[in-house]
């Protein structure tokens, strides 16, 4: 499949994983072909899917020769909701292990965005032979900002969003959500809602995951001395959700990072600035 052929309904899959304590359906795209392949992990907002939130990044690593894998993490899209009272960023890295046993993938590279960075540093510590390069944007620590109350502006948004999920709520958030609003059309915010909507049980599952568990997001700091895969750490200056000083311990942190600091750029790298997201992305990936 070339790039050109990409779309959500052609690339969409479902699967059965059986793994530790989970037994789910999970949904996620299968896009190119190539012996490499790169997981995408999306963020936690109401609404998001693998697809929504990485649509601007599939073409040109499948035009490069990589099999693109984008997740839709338990409770999200349409994969199987779940009530989580431990930690989410376990959960998924779980979830995401079942998925490359069922797809009998052995060694995968991982781009992870807000949650999806947080569980990429989970999958990374717990399955550190199956991991290839990592590259971080807006998330991979869970630990509180040095210099930004907590939670963030955009957190609150974003917990309120679930809690009031109407289109004033959702428009609240995304105001905050990237730096140049102009490119927020209101057939992305319908097609956000739609899919918010769609699911109530996800809605009203991350409410109760919330109220059994406040920390959902654990502090991984301690730890990622521990992980040695190159990494390659991508944040917006405006990051309203995940103020980027948590970049800067995660660089400080992982022995083998480097940080890209976007200027103009709120929590959504790879959607705000996805020419050279994508550039930077090839690079580091092939080099």
Known sequence: MTSQHLTEAATSRFVRIREGELDLQLHYNDCGQGERVVVMLHGSGPGASGWANFNRNVAPL????????????PGWSKSDSIVCEGSRSDLNATALKGLLDALDIERVDIIGNSMGGH??????????????????????TGGASLFTP????????????????????????MDIFVYDTSDLTEELFQ?????????????????????????????????????????????????????????????????????????????????????????????????
């Open 119 to 140: 569980s990429t540093v989970a999958f990374a510590l717990r399955y550190p032979a199956r991991l290839g390069k990592l590259i971080l944007m807006g998330g991979g």
């Open 62 to 73: 499948v035009d490069a020769g990589f099999r693109v894998i984008l997740l839709d993490c």
């Open 191 to 287: 097609a956000r809602l739609d899919n918010m909507l769609a699911r109530r049980d996800h809605l009203e599952n991350f409410v109760k995951s919330i109220e059994a568990n406040p920390r959902q997001f654990p502090d991984f700091s301690p730890r990622l001395g521990e992980i040695t895969a190159e990494t390659l750490v991508i944040w917006g200056r405006q990051d309203r959700f995940v103020p980027m000083d948590t970049g800067l311990r995660l660089v400080a942190g992982l022995p083998n990072a480097e940080l890209h600091l976007f200027n103009r750029c709120g929590h959504w790298a790879q959607w705000e600035h996805a020419d050279k997201f994508n550039r930077m992305v090839l690079d580091f990936l092939t080099h």
């Open 150 to 173: 907590m939670p963030t502006e955009g957190i609150k948004r974003l917990q309120g969003l679930y809690r009031g999920p109407t289109i004033d709520n959702l428009k609240a958030m």
